[in-house]
Each structure stands twice: as C-alpha cells, then as structure tokens.
C-alpha cells in the first residue's frame, strides 16, 4: 500500500501500486535518477541500477556526492520512466505524455560487504546486459574497492502509468485538427565494434539480439 | 564556470561548463527529473520542460507536491539526460554508458502572471513538438488557471558528456572478448490516430516528421 509520501496526488487514476507492475518497469529500464540532499540543496543523479528481489542495486557513479556524508545510509529518492509517446490532444490543455514511472524512498547504504558487493556488481551487469558478465574480466580486488554500490530496499514506492488514446473535453471532438498517439521508443542501434578490436572477432548473439522490452 | 556545487567531481574529464553545450542537450531533450525535499525526504518527479533563452520552463505536472509548500519558489535540481549506448568493454569495470546530462541547481518560482503563463505554455509546447501550439485549441481562461507553470534560471549548472568507444586497460586489449559499443536513441514510431478521429483528418507533417535529434 502508498504510504501518504508515495500516494500519487496528482491525476491520481495513474496510480498503481501493485509490485508485479513495479517490477516490470524497474526491469525494463537500466537508468534512474537518483535524489538526495546536501545541506538543503537537493541534488538528482543520473546512473544505473539492478534489481535483485526486492532490492534495487545503484552504481556508485553517482555516488561521490553522496557517498562523503555517508555513514548509516542516506534519505535517497530513486525515480525510473519510460517514456512511451507524446498524446496529442485537441486542446493544449489535454495534451499528455504516455509513460510508465515508479518513485520508490528509503534509505541507500553502501554495500561493503566484498562478497554482496560482487554479487550486486553482477546482478547490475545482468540487468544492463544479460550474458555480457561471464565474457569479459572479472573485477579485481583494487577494481572492486574502487566500485561503490548502494542498496536501497524496494519498500516504499508507487508507480504511475499512462496508456492509450488522448481525452478531450466533449465540445473539442469537432476541433479541425489530428489527435493521436506518436509513441516514442528506445531503439538499439547497430553494434560499432571497438577501432582496437583484434580482427575477425563477431559481435556475440546476446550483444546483436539486445533489446530492452520484453 | 562552475560552483562547487556543479563542479563534475567524479570521472571530472567528462565535466562539461559552456553555455552552448548545454542548451544543445536542454534542446534535444523535453524530459527532466525535477528534484526537491519535503521535510528532508528528497522527491524525484520526471515532468516536461522548455527552455526560453536563459529560463527553463518546468510544467506543473510536477508541481503538486512542491506547490503546497511554494511560496517564494523552492530550491531544486533539474536534471536532464540523454543515454546514447551502452559501452562494453573488456572488463567488467571499465563498463560505461555514452551519455550527455545536464544538471541545474537553483530556485523554481510558479509562473502567476497570467501573460507569461500563456507564453511559458507555448514554449513547452513548441519544445515538444514544434507547429503544434498553432493547430489545436488554445488554453481558455479555466485552463490557464488549472496549469502550473515552474521558471527556473539557467545559471548554476554543468553537464556530463561521454562519447566514443571503451577505453581498456592495456593488459586487457588481448582479452578474448567483443568490445564496442551499443547505440540507444530514442526513436518516433509511426503516428496512431485517436479512435475517435473523424475519417479523412491526415497526419499533419510536423507530425509525420517528428524527430529529436538536430
């Protein structure tokens, strides 16, 4: 259940707080913006993440900021969209955007535990970009010290979705415009193998078939 | 120049501080995650935005949590990020992403002058989707008073850009794997009309030939 910090005030409809739903954005997307303040001076990150259960994984690129005030954890609030298409409507004021986000609070510690730390590092790899962990190197012992990690627990949060067609007033029907849907997507390009790359190495199948839906 | 508070601390190589840069990727994108704290929690909400020379235009959607607590304006991060691929590389840590971000810190103030709000709105129109604010019903006198509109100076701010292909440690060039990069952009599919559009009505060009990128 939202908790009055994560009920969804505005266009409350959009609200959903089922986890199943949670989950499934949260898998799609590898990218959040990550919140968190410094003397009073929010700040919002950019920076990937994994999800293993029922916690959420952070890279600790985002981390540096955050990280010197670090001690028992720190008060972040972690947001994942998905922009879906812009929703043009008849009117300026019923014009929308389809998308799927999930907001979820608490409190992200440093995981420093070196085996968790590893496991988080691969469950990260994993959600990014399945296969790719077990063919290249391993992290190292001064790699892995370098790294930092930050776990938040998947406890407080909601998510908000929007779907379909736009919705105009009654009277706006007969407006002499278009109205629809120009739905936008993530799109995977062609892979660019690395100018240093030995010759005659093949783009491997789980790199060539990368998609981020389902 | 940047303060200490935009100054890029980690991987500084990427920081970013001139002007052009900057409104280069504030114009590309028209999603932003707009952070802000109540009563210490940090919140994340992604909204629309448009940019109007030296102020950015945040649209209310965002507003609800922060307008109850707004009356000088409020202190918040906007950040705006734009993922361009995935960098794999030969180890695990020196994994990247290609991206370009922007951050700006500052104080957003609700647009209350009912002239500027008319403006604000067709800025964040036009950024969207530009030719659209002309060809659909204008906001009436109701509908200007429902919107909320945020202004935020573009003043204290950095960006983030990584570009190019993985970069290895030399020992693990030789090391048996595929290396490169994998693009994302963010592609327009083709427009779907609203079910309840009358029969006939075509897809304008300025839809048709939606893109984000210059």
Same mark, same amino acid.
């Given at each position: ?5 994560? @009920? ?14 949670? =989950? ?6 590898? $990218? ?22 029922? =916690? ?10 955050? $990280? @010197?005030? $670090? ?16 929703? &043009? ?8 955007? =389809? ?5 979820? &609070? ?14 988080? &590092? ?10 790719? +962990? ?5 992290? =190292?012992? @001064? ?34 415009? +278009? ?17 240093? $790359? ?17």
């Amino acid at each position: 259940m939202p908790t009055a910090r994560t @009920r969804v005030v505005r266009e409350s409809e959009r609200g959903v707080y089922d986890r199943e739903t949670v =989950n499934q954005i949260l898998d799609e997307a590898f $990218l959040c913006h990550v919140g968190f303040s410094v003397d009073g001076q929010p700040f919002v990150i950019p920076t990937s993440y994994g999800r293993d259960g029922d =916690n959420l994984y952070i890279h600790g690129s985002a981390a540096s900021r955050m $990280l @010197r005030q $670090l001690k028992d954890g720190i008060q972040v609030c972690v947001t994942v969209t998905l922009l879906d298409g812009l929703v &043009l409507a008849r009117s300026i004021f019923n014009h929308s955007m =389809n998308y799927r986000s999930v907001v979820i &609070l608490g409190k992200a510690a440093l995981v420093d535990n070196p085996a968790e730390k590893l496991t988080a &590092l691969r469950v990260l790899s994993e959600h990014i970009i399945p296969q790719r +962990w077990e063919d290249v190197r391993q992290p =190292n012992e @001064r790699e892995l010290k370098a790294t930092s990690v930050l776990r938040l627990p998947i406890e407080e949060f909601s998510a908000k979705v929007r779907i379909g067609p736009p919705i105009d007033d009654a009277e706006d029907y007969s407006f002499p415009t +278009w109205a629809g849907v120009v739905p936008l997507e993530m799109k995977v390009g062609e892979p660019i193998s690395d100018p240093k $790359l030995e010759p005659g190495r093949a783009v491997p199948e789980y790199v060539h078939s990368y998609t981020r839906t389902a």
